[in-house]
């Protein structure tokens, strides 16, 4: 059975909110299962007295979703708007019918007076909700459809991880996604790779199969890791990743919408945050160190935080990731749990997801309880930044990574190993390591002569160090011919 939801409003202030009510059901994948959407704008393109028709659907349909702006509408014979004639035959035709009122802004004294009058109506005998976009209108919607689905006992109420799909069976499930990690758990905690085939594994080791009416299905913690498509399944997972122009999102530079198996999401964000963020050098003792702007360690440590901690009960709302020019911010819908606070985070522990929590662990992506917020802060300290910080804002819970600005180069006195070049080592002279360190260090451009009075040196000595130099990558050639430039690769 599907349900019908006819969607009611100011039909010239409030027709962006009713296509963004309809765009919501229809792109989510349980609720196409379960609702059919009429907006006016449908009707009236089917012709054949579109408000007959349009009345028809309205005591017709199971759920009426009204919505409330700051304009009464035009009044008909009967000094009642479309949307309040409509509210009014719904409640008298359809005895069973359920109600949802969503109501644009906090701010009653911006609506006419009618409006207001109609509002004070509905406050009398119905819950409604408030919002302030279309995104926060379409997540409020989500959110309502799917208390009505679990009230109604149409969908599982147990953890969201647990949970089956209705739309997917054991097809979704890639096992060459569940091979790699197997292998990298074997790797990671020194144990080999389980017998058995993939399926079995799933069921008996990781327990992410349910059985549902004879069969064993996929749970959503099994969708997420293990699917290529775990966003069409499960829309809400998702990243969002930006990086702005300056200190505000006033301008985007590039963007992404990430989607996927969480191990896939976690390789394209890395690599977006390493195409946006900068990496400088420097010559130091003889070695060529590569500096980045943030240690991503931290970052990525934050993100599969953001994955494992979020709440997945709220459609319509991804984990938002945003890189500025001082800061980088990860936020996740979902705040923190009863009984944990800002200053409880360091070493304590709650999750709302421990299914996802114990798959992340047994790959070492998560190490012991409560760790993860010192991990970060220690990681950027080490970096020589500020410890991150930790807010809500609403119902999101924040990290922000303040960056080094102009002082990227004055980052970091003990410097990994895995991110230094010994020059000695790689076989250049003194000379070319001097020239390499005026080049990274003070942006130097050589030509040829410039190499030969330097360092009084032949010019055939200074051709033979300035292409050493370009076979050992440490340097590049602009231009040609007598215009030929050295600069640091």
């Given at each position: 059975?599907?349900?019908?939801?006819?969607?009611?409003?100011?039909?010239s202030?409030?027709r962006?909110?009713?296509?963004?009510?309809?765009?919501?059901?229809i792109?989510?994948?349980i609720?196409?299962e379960?609702f059919?959407?009429?907006?006016?704008?449908?009707?009236?393109?089917?012709?054949?007295n579109p408000?007959?028709?349009?009345?028809?659907?309205?005591?017709?349909s199971n759920?009426?979703?009204?919505?409330?702006?700051?304009?009464?509408?035009?009044?008909?014979?009967?000094?009642?708007?479309a949307?309040?004639?409509e509210?009014?035959t719904?409640i008298?035709?359809?005895?069973?019918?359920?109600?949802?009122?969503?109501?644009k802004?906090d701010?009653?004294?911006?609506?006419?007076?009618?409006t207001?009058?109609?509002?004070?109506?509905?406050?009398e005998?119905?819950?409604?909700?408030?919002?302030?976009?279309?995104?926060?209108?379409?997540?409020?919607v989500?959110y309502?459809?799917?208390?009505f689905?679990?009230?109604?006992?149409?969908i599982?109420?147990g953890?969201?991880?647990?949970?089956?799909?209705p739309?997917a069976?054991?097809?979704?499930?890639?096992?060459?996604?569940?091979?790699?990690?197997?292998q990298?758990r074997a790797?990671k905690?020194?144990?080999d790779?389980p017998?058995?085939s993939?399926?079995?594994?799933?069921?008996?080791?990781?327990?992410?199969?349910?059985?549902?009416?004879g069969?064993?299905?996929?749970t959503?913690?099994?969708l997420?890791?293990?699917?290529?498509?775990a966003?069409?399944?499960?829309?809400?997972?998702?990243?969002?990743?930006?990086r702005?122009?300056?200190?505000?999102?006033?301008?985007?530079?590039d963007?992404?919408?990430i989607?996927?198996?969480?191990?896939g999401?976690?390789?394209?964000?890395?690599?977006?945050f390493?195409?946006?963020?900068?990496?400088a050098?420097?010559?130091v003792?003889?070695?060529?160190?590569?500096?980045?702007e943030?240690?991503?360690?931290?970052?990525?440590e934050?993100?599969i935080?953001?994955?494992?901690?979020?709440?997945?009960?709220r459609?319509?709302a991804?984990i938002?990731f945003?890189?500025f020019?001082?800061?980088?911010e990860i936020?996740n819908?979902?705040?923190?749990?009863?009984g944990?606070s800002?200053?409880?985070?360091?070493g304590?522990h709650?999750?709302?997801?421990q299914?996802i929590c114990?798959i992340?662990?047994?790959?070492?992506?998560m190490?012991k309880?409560g760790?993860?917020?010192?991990?970060?802060?220690?990681?950027?300290?080490e970096?020589?930044?500020?410890?991150?910080?930790?807010s809500?804002?609403?119902?999101?819970f924040?990290?922000?990574f303040y960056?080094?600005?102009e002082?990227i180069?004055d980052?970091?006195s003990?410097i990994?190993?895995?991110?230094?070049?010994?020059l000695?080592?790689l076989?250049?002279?003194?000379r070319?390591i001097?020239?390499?360190?005026?080049?990274?260090n003070?942006?130097?451009?050589?030509?040829?002569s410039?190499?030969?009075d330097t360092?009084?040196?032949?010019?055939?000595?200074?051709?033979?160090d300035?292409?050493?130099l370009?076979?050992?990558n440490?340097?590049?050639i602009?231009?040609k011919?007598?215009?030929?430039?050295?600069?640091?690769?």
């Amino acid at each position: 059975m599907k349900f019908k939801v006819f969607v009611s409003g100011n039909q010239s202030e409030l027709r962006e909110e009713r296509f963004a009510v309809k765009d919501a059901i229809i792109n989510t994948g349980i609720f196409r299962e379960f609702f059919e959407v009429y907006i006016f704008e449908d009707v009236a393109a089917a012709g054949n007295n579109p408000a007959f028709r349009y009345l028809n659907e309205l005591k017709n349909s199971n759920i009426y979703l009204g919505i409330l702006g700051q304009k009464y509408g035009f009044k008909g014979d009967d000094g009642l708007s479309a949307t309040e004639k409509e509210f009014d035959t719904f409640i008298n035709s359809v005895s069973s019918g359920e109600v949802l009122i969503f109501i644009k802004g906090d701010n009653n004294l911006k609506r006419d007076e009618d409006t207001r009058k109609f509002f004070n109506k509905i406050k009398e005998s119905l819950v409604y909700r408030r919002f302030e976009s279309l995104d926060d209108l379409k997540c409020q919607v989500t959110y309502s459809l799917e208390q009505f689905l679990i009230n109604n006992g149409l969908i599982q109420t147990g953890p969201f991880e647990d949970r089956i799909n209705p739309e997917a069976d054991y097809s979704a499930i890639n096992e060459k996604e569940v091979k790699d990690f197997l292998q990298k758990r074997a790797l990671k905690l020194d144990v080999d790779i389980p017998e058995g085939s993939i399926y079995e594994t799933l069921q008996n080791r990781l327990n992410v199969l349910k059985e549902f009416n004879g069969e064993y299905m996929p749970t959503n913690a099994a969708l997420l890791f293990f699917s290529l498509q775990a966003s069409d399944y499960i829309p809400q997972n998702e990243i969002r990743i930006a990086r702005y122009q300056g200190v505000t999102r006033f301008r985007t530079i590039d963007n992404l919408e990430i989607k996927g198996s969480v191990y896939g999401i976690l390789k394209e964000v890395e690599i977006f945050f390493k195409r946006n963020t900068r990496l400088a050098n420097k010559i130091v003792d003889f070695k060529r160190v590569d500096i980045p702007e943030y240690p991503y360690d931290a970052i990525r440590e934050a993100i599969i935080n953001a994955i494992a901690h979020r709440d997945y009960n709220r459609l319509g709302a991804p984990i938002m990731f945003s890189i500025f020019d001082d800061r980088v911010e990860i936020s996740n819908p979902g705040g923190l749990l009863p009984g944990m606070s800002i200053n409880k985070l360091d070493g304590h522990h709650a999750s709302r997801n421990q299914r996802i929590c114990e798959i992340f662990h047994q790959t070492k992506d998560m190490e012991k309880y409560g760790t993860g917020i010192g991990k970060m802060k220690k990681l950027m300290k080490e970096h020589g930044l500020e410890e991150p910080e930790f807010s809500e804002e609403g119902d999101f819970f924040v990290v922000k990574f303040y960056g080094p600005g102009e002082n990227i180069l004055d980052l970091v006195s003990d410097i990994p190993d895995d991110r230094m070049v010994d020059l000695k080592e790689l076989g250049l002279n003194d000379r070319q390591i001097k020239a390499l360190e005026m080049m990274v260090n003070e942006g130097t451009v050589f030509t040829n002569s410039l190499y030969h009075d330097t360092f009084e040196v032949s010019r055939n000595t200074s051709s033979r160090d300035l292409m050493g130099l370009i076979e050992k990558n440490q340097a590049q050639i602009i231009g040609k011919g007598r215009y030929t430039q050295y600069k640091a690769a």
